[in-house]
């Protein structure tokens, strides 16, 4: 019978089995890069995106704030129209759908996930107030229908209606210059 030496065996096994560790281990880092690398693309579109939405957010500020001063001036030269901001989230939406989340710092994730949250909200906002104002502007000159009243006394109803809007312009400009402030934290962690 042959003398059988486990020692070269062992050195055979263990080598095979480091062989293959290594591999698993150069095969784990390379993914690792490659999502990182997706990551950074991810990154570089939502930081796209918010730039742009930078400038629609403040456009539609300026505009809101002229309306406030207006009404807050001579409410009978309003016409009550919200400019809705029409920001993107595609961006984030993709990122989202990739899990970036794992393959970027958590504050900057957090502040993205809060920007995109505030801008839902806005939206949600605006499309509700589109809507009361549509209804306003529409229905507002026949609210005197069948009631016998003088120009001035119309004149003073519409202008204390058009300032009851007043708050509601304060709470757009309110949150519009919130996300216009989360947007510059954001652009500052990029």
Same mark, same amino acid.
């Given at each position: 019978?042959?003398?059988? /030496?486990? /020692?070269? *065996?062992?050195?055979?096994?263990? &080598? %095979?089995?480091?062989?293959?560790?290594?591999? #698993?281990?150069?095969? &784990? $880092?390379?993914?690792? @890069?490659?999502?990182?690398?997706?990551?950074? *693309?991810?990154?570089?579109?939502?930081?796209?995106?918010?730039?742009?939405? /930078? @400038?629609?957010? +403040?456009?539609?500020?300026?505009?809101?704030?002229?309306?406030?001063?207006t009404l807050?001036?001579?409410?009978?030269?309003?016409?009550?129209?919200?400019? +809705?901001?029409?920001?993107?989230?595609?961006?984030?939406?993709?990122?989202?759908?990739? !899990?970036?989340?794992? *393959?970027?710092?958590?504050?900057?994730?957090?502040?993205?996930?809060?920007?995109?949250? +505030?801008q839902d909200?806005?939206?949600?906002?605006?499309?509700?107030?589109?809507?009361?104002? !549509?209804?306003?502007?529409?229905?507002?000159? #026949? $609210?005197?229908?069948?009631?016998? %009243? !003088?120009?001035?006394?119309?004149?003073?109803? !519409?202008?204390?209606? @058009?300032?009851?809007?007043?708050?509601?312009? =304060?709470?757009?400009? &309110?949150?519009?210059?919130?996300?216009?402030?989360?947007?510059?934290?954001?652009? =500052?962690?990029?």
């Open positions: 019978m042959k003398n059988i /030496t486990w /020692t070269n *065996h062992l050195i055979e096994f263990f &080598t %095979v089995v480091l062989g293959i560790l290594l591999a #698993f281990g150069l095969n &784990t $880092y390379y993914n690792n @890069k490659v999502e990182e690398e997706r990551a950074l *693309h991810f990154l570089e579109g939502i930081r796209l995106e918010i730039e742009e939405n /930078t @400038k629609e957010v +403040t456009q539609k500020l300026t505009y809101h704030k002229g309306i406030l001063d807050n001036i001579n409410p009978s030269e309003v016409i009550l129209r919200l400019k +809705t901001s029409r920001v993107k989230d595609f961006a984030w939406q993709i990122a989202q759908e990739n !899990s970036i989340s794992q *393959h970027i710092p958590y504050d900057l994730y957090r502040r993205l996930a809060e920007i995109y949250e +505030t909200d806005l939206k949600l906002s605006n499309k509700e107030a589109s809507a009361m104002m !549509s209804h306003v502007n529409v229905l507002s000159p #026949f $609210y005197i229908v069948g009631v016998d %009243v !003088s120009q001035e006394e119309a004149k003073a109803f !519409s202008e204390d209606y @058009k300032r009851g809007w007043a708050p509601i312009f =304060e709470d757009f400009i &309110t949150a519009e210059q919130n996300l216009i402030e989360l947007y510059k934290e954001a652009l =500052e962690m990029f």
